[in-house]
């Protein structure tokens, strides 16, 4: 892994394992013990030494909930999510989800392979967002629970036909989560076909590092290590073009309350009413080597984590369409910007773009990719 910035180790930081002092979970696994589309859910609960928990259903391969200590060791619920099967089948969002085989805009909701063009659902202005409305955050996954040399862990495992939501081929997807005694959550994806596909898995939760509910990100600090975006149009379809973001209002190379320049008059941030954007990590866009994305500080709580990833960059959404129509686990709305997303994949609308890193997968190649959401405080 790629050391951190010294301008993030001067900033006196001390590692939060301390044993949590407060359980917080408003359900039960009995809330999550149903059937969907004939199959059984539930719900599976890592824990580690040091007291942190990570709920995660079979339901989309959802992240329900990952307590996590501040710097005096309290726990809070820092992932946006509801209390039941139920519930989440009644909201019908990607929160927490698997995203997949596609995550974020395919333009115009097409692709073309060799002399194949695929059809898939346009959800989003005539595009095609998180593979349509259906995707494999509502599908049931197999769950198998391991105790691994890392620390407790589930796979989730799911195939995926030839031709559903559009995508070619017969489609073996598997999402191994697992909450090591480092207080890391570890997502490791793996896929493959057999027939070309294009494939850019990744994970929708939302984080808020004072709690679920607990006010705005606004305040939290960010750090990307990111120079360039992929240049959007109108609808946030990427054009082609790779731009420089060095001392606009889209750079967070340097720590960055995120409020600061969140309502900026700059023509990116317009377009997406906010952070809405694909950061192309610095690093070789094609080695898959794993480096530090960025990391999240939130000074009352002094919650910090930092994301790792494979992956070449990081989509980060600032809960722009968040409207307060949502109310979580704990009984409070989910209003304006109170949750974002650090979404580690490769850039959007890949398949349209030749000048993009690869997103197809060929037959008899397997997909690899791990990104490491790392919990402490300071």
Not at 7 to 36: G, I
Not at 285 to 293: D, P, R
Request: hydrophobic share 30%.
């Amino acid at each position: 892994m790629r050391r951190l910035p010294l301008f993030v180790l001067a900033l006196a930081f001390a590692s939060c394992q301390q044993p949590a002092k407060k359980e917080l979970m408003p359900y039960t696994k009995a809330d999550f013990e149903t059937t969907v589309d004939g199959k059984q859910t539930g719900l599976y609960i890592l824990e580690n030494t040091n007291g942190m928990k990570v709920a995660i259903t079979n339901y989309g391969g959802k992240i329900v909930s990952i307590f996590a200590p501040d710097r005096d060791g309290n726990l809070a619920d820092v992932n946006l999510g509801w209390k039941s099967i139920q519930e989440y089948l009644d909201v019908d969002n990607e929160y927490g989800a698997i995203i997949g085989p596609y995550a974020n805009r395919i333009g115009n909701a097409t692709f073309t392979i060799d002399t194949a063009t695929y059809q898939l659902p346009a959800n989003d202005h005539g595009n095609c967002l998180h593979n349509g409305p259906i995707g494999f955050k509502h599908r049931v996954f197999d769950a198998e629970e391991k105790l691994t040399d890392e620390g407790q862990a589930v796979v989730m495992s799911i195939a995926s036909p030839d031709g559903e939501f559009g995508f070619p081929g017969n489609k073996q997807v598997s999402v191994t989560y697992t909450l090591t005694d480092n207080n890391e959550l570890k997502i490791d994806y793996e896929a493959t076909t057999d027939k070309a596909c294009p494939f850019n898995l990744t994970n929708h939760a939302y984080f808020n590092l004072k709690g679920e509910g607990n006010g705005d990100i606004l305040s939290h600090v960010m750090y990307l290590d990111a120079d360039s975006t992929t240049v959007i149009d109108e609808e946030l379809i990427p054009t082609g073009e790779i731009a420089s973001i060095k001392g606009t209002d889209l750079d967070f190379t340097s720590p960055t309350v995120i409020g600061e320049r969140i309502n900026s008059d700059y023509e990116p941030m317009k377009l997406g009413l906010g952070y809405d954007h694909n950061y192309i990590l610095n690093k070789d866009q094609n080695a898959g080597e794993m480096t530090l994305a960025g990391s999240l500080y939130e000074p009352e709580s002094g919650r910090y984590m930092e994301v790792f990833t494979t992956e070449p960059a990081i989509q980060f959404y600032s809960g722009n369409f968040q409207d307060g129509s949502l109310t979580g686990k704990y009984g409070k709305t989910f209003d304006h910007r109170t949750g974002l997303c650090l979404e580690t994949q490769h850039y959007p609308d890949s398949p349209n773009h030749p000048n993009f890193p690869n997103t197809i997968l060929m037959p008899g190649d397997t997909l690899h990719t791990t990104t490491i959401y790392k919990f402490s405080a300071k």
